[in-house]
């Protein structure tokens, strides 16, 4: 059974920092590519990041780029959301996903989500 469970998330003030992590179990890690979305209360879902199954393809939103990093560590089946100079508008609930590519990421696996809020 395939398990993905995020952490990491929590309450900030704007300009700090978080990392989110999603910790993955019941499939072959690194076969997969990952990514983070997000969707705010009265907003559609987004796509924040996401990394190829090698590691050598990243894609961002234009609204985090320069500011979130999205990584991976095969060897702890776990990958990351860096966050800096975080914005109220980055207030939402972030899901990991892991799918096939990039492209499907968001019709395979779906974490159960965390909360992360930016006070201004």
């Known amino acids: 059974q395939v398990q993905l469970v995020e952490s990491g998330g929590g309450l900030v003030q704007a300009g700090g920092s978080l990392r989110l992590s999603c910790a993955a179990s019941g499939l072959t890690f690194s076969m997969y590519a990952m990514g983070w979305f997000r969707q705010a209360p009265g907003k559609e879902r987004e796509r924040v990041a996401a990394i190829s199954w090698t590691g050598s393809t990243t894609v961002y939103a234009d609204s985090v780029k320069g500011r979130f990093t999205i990584s991976k560590d095969n060897a702890k089946n776990t990958w990351y959301l860096q966050m800096n100079s975080l914005k109220p508008e980055d207030t939402a609930v972030y899901y990991c996903?892991?799918?096939?590519?990039?492209?499907?990421?968001?019709?395979?696996?779906w974490g159960q989500g965390t909360q992360v809020t930016v006070s201004s």
């Open positions: 996903t892991a799918g096939s590519t990039i492209g499907t990421i968001n019709h395979g696996y």
